[in-house]
């Protein structure tokens, strides 16, 4: 072949090229306006109510649907690589939040309330300054929580909610006492008694408010409440013990009319020595604690001796592991003190490991195709890095110029903001690891002790890629167990499309969530605290392993205690226990409730059925997507 030759063949391929590109995007384009015109008519459930907290159907929720399939569309075209671009179109690897990526903003944070708190803030409209009592304080964490929630596109928390607000219990109980003491009061005793009754009362009202505050207060234009977890539960003073105290009980008594509070998601941290066992300082609040997640579902725990997270505890607070959501962690720092305070997730990214296993065809070749595709993974990564370091500090006005962000506060406001993201973390996720084993060798990890270490070497696999990649970019890349909402379905739909319907791995309308056992497969509760303990060390961007029971637990708290201490045995760092929660809107009559009301006969339609779905609660299961009803349906219930 001649060098003219050569040239017209680059050419004329060059031309393909872009004629292929060209084709796609228009192709896409006519995708978009498809489903613009599916938002504003709201024919496609599953497109309206791919975020369960947001109502798709309120003007609000539709314009900003509409923002969000457009951005997706620019960011697509405009902002990902062909090779992410071809992953995505291979179903293979999903961005999470593509539509947030042209605002660079992150995706979470653990947000340090004390020091906010202690110094005064501005969410913009003028400076907030520090609380005098309880009350206040608990007003002012509400509005930092709104006003940081429009500043990035996930959820956020605050990993040690009782330490930060005990100097403010004890305010509000030195001002009683200074009351107090100006009263001709009979009895010389009669001072502290009565300020901390007083204290009792104001905490308990506060803490009721922040609930309340957390189910009402609006954000991203109205479009949706914020995203809110709280950790606690290790604060042994006076002061932080009330907060916890009266925090238990005002979840425990509800919303206005007695619902359960969907917000804030509450985690309670576990620790030998301080509540876990007999005679610890607060072993009331664990018990308390049964008692309210017996009724509420919440709180969450999160097992503070596991060893992947007591290596980081050097006896002061801001050292505890802690969640965010439905599992996020954010511990190891390549760039810092390794801590959760002022730091969060950048981005992440996840693989369908059913497609892998469907297309290699066997073990050897799935772990091959793997590496090729974790590649990639970590390129898209890198790649949205790059652009969210270009902002600057001025982007976010919130987020970085008050110093939610570790080490934001240091920065002038048109610094970029490279130096302070280092802190945080970039996650590769994962879901079908269940499917993934069926199709490569016949069973999941819940079925057969093979299948069960195959799957370990698959995520151990991930886990040390992960850890290579930290060690050769400095920087903080970690292993996420993917809490899979609107994803689930999406990818199983064109997986089916594809291969067709296979029995335990396309054969239903969504894929396993990460490492869990299938909802549907029946086993002992304790066994699946067993099989999926040892993923969790694993997957160090965020775990979860929660439990289904059948029937009330009000009455069984022991049996409650024995899941939780299971759970601390096989090293699990965050769990849950499912269990129903239903109650009648009519009458307000709470229990399992299998059809009508049995005190006033209302209707089975207007009985709310609180469940807990990829980590959130709902008591509307027609908010969310097709896959994720289908999920909650075919769940089975663990002995």
């Keep these: 072949m001649s060098a003219g030759d050569t040239c017209q063949s680059r050419s004329t391929h060059r031309f393909q090229s872009i004629h292929k590109h060209t084709n796609q995007q228009q192709l896409d384009q006519e995708k978009l306006m498809k489903s613009l015109d599916d938002i504003v008519d709201g024919s496609d459930q599953d497109l309206m109510q791919e975020n369960a907290n947001v109502d798709g159907r309120s003007p609000m929720g539709i314009m900003g649907k509409m923002a969000s399939e457009s951005a997706r569309w620019y960011a697509m075209h405009h902002l990902l690589t062909a090779e992410a671009r071809e992953a995505m179109a291979s179903n293979l690897l999903y961005p999470h939040d593509l539509d947030y990526y042209a605002t660079g903003t992150t995706t979470c944070c653990q947000i340090p309330l004390g020091q906010m708190l202690r110094g005064g803030f501005n969410t913009g ?17 509400s509005i930092i929580l709104q006003a940081n929630q429009n500043q990035q596109h996930g959820g956020q928390a605050y ?39 007083w204290t009792e009362r104001d905490v308990y009202q506060a803490c009721e408010a922040f609930i309340h505050n957390s189910n009402s207060m609006h954000s991203r234009g109205g479009g949706q409440v914020p995203f809110i977890s709280i950790n606690y539960g290790t604060d042994t003073s006076r002061f932080g013990k009330l907060l916890v105290k009266q925090l238990l009980l005002a979840t425990q008594a509800g919303l206005g009319n007695g619902e359960t509070p969907i917000f804030p998601i509450q985690i309670f941290k576990l620790k030998s020595g301080v509540n876990f066992d007999e005679g610890d300082p607060n072993r009331d609040l664990y018990e308390l604690a049964l008692e309210t997640t017996a ?19 050097d006896g002061t607070p801001e050292s505890e592991a802690c969640y965010m959501g439905c599992r996020t962690r954010v511990m190891g720092n390549v760039n810092g003190k390794e801590t959760a305070l002022g730091r969060g997730n950048l981005s992440f990214t996840s693989l369908n490991l059913v497609r892998l296993s469907l297309l290699a065809g066997d073990v050897e070749h799935f772990f091959s195709m793997l590496d090729s595709l974790m590649d990639v993974a970590e390129r898209q990564l890198l790649e949205r890095l790059q652009f969210q370091s270009k902002k600057r500090a001025k982007d976010f006005s919130f987020l970085m110029r008050q110093g939610v962000w570790r080490g934001s506060e240091h920065l002038a406001p048109d610094e970029a903001l490279v130096d302070v993201l280092k802190q945080g973390t970039l996650g590769v996720g994962f879901i079908g690891l269940a499917e993934a084993l069926t199709q490569l060798v016949g069973s999941h990890h819940g079925q057969s002790e093979s299948s069960h270490e195959l799957g370990l070497r698959i995520i151990r696999h991930m886990r040390k890629r992960m850890d290579e990649t930290a060690e050769r970019t400095g920087l903080n890349f970690s292993l996420i167990a993917t809490p899979a909402e609107g994803l689930s379905g999406k990818f199983v739909k064109k997986d089916r499309i ?94 399992i409730i299998h059809s009508n009301c049995p005190v006033c006969e209302a209707p089975e339609t207007n009985i709310e059925r609180i469940r807990r779905i990829t980590g959130y609660l709902v008591g509307d299961m027609s908010k969310w997507n097709r896959a994720k009803q289908a999920e909650e349906q075919e769940r089975v219930k663990h002995r």
């Excluded at 009724?295 to 505890?313: G, I, T, V």
Aim: hydrophobic fraction near 35%.
């Design 295 to 313: 009724k509420r579902l919440f709180p969450n725990f999160a097992f503070l001796d596991s060893p992947f997270n007591a290596q980081y505890d």
């Design 498 to 591: 594809d291969f067709g319907n296979i029995a335990g791995v396309t054969d239903r309308q969504y894929y396993t969530n990460s490492y869990h056992v299938p909802v549907y497969y029946s086993l002992k509760a304790f066994d699946k605290i067993r099989i999926e303990g040892p993923f969790h060390e694993l997957c160090n961007g965020g775990h979860i392993t929660y439990v289904e029971l059948d029937g009330a637990v009000v009455g069984n708290i022991k049996a409650l205690d024995r899941l939780v201490r299971a759970m601390a045995e096989h090293q699990i760092g965050y769990g849950s226990i499912n269990h129903p929660v239903d109650r009648c809107r009519t009458c307000g009559y709470q229990a």
């Design 125 to 141: 409209h003028g400076h907030m300054r520090e609380p005098k009592d309880i009350k206040s304080a608990m007003a002012l964490a």
């Design 159 to 197: 990993p040690m909610f009782d330490y930060d607000l005990a100097p403010y219990v004890e305010k509000t109980y030195i001002r009683h006492c200074g009351v107090l003491e100006q009263l001709p009061l009979s009895e010389p005793n009669q001072v502290e008694s009565l300020a901390w009754q």
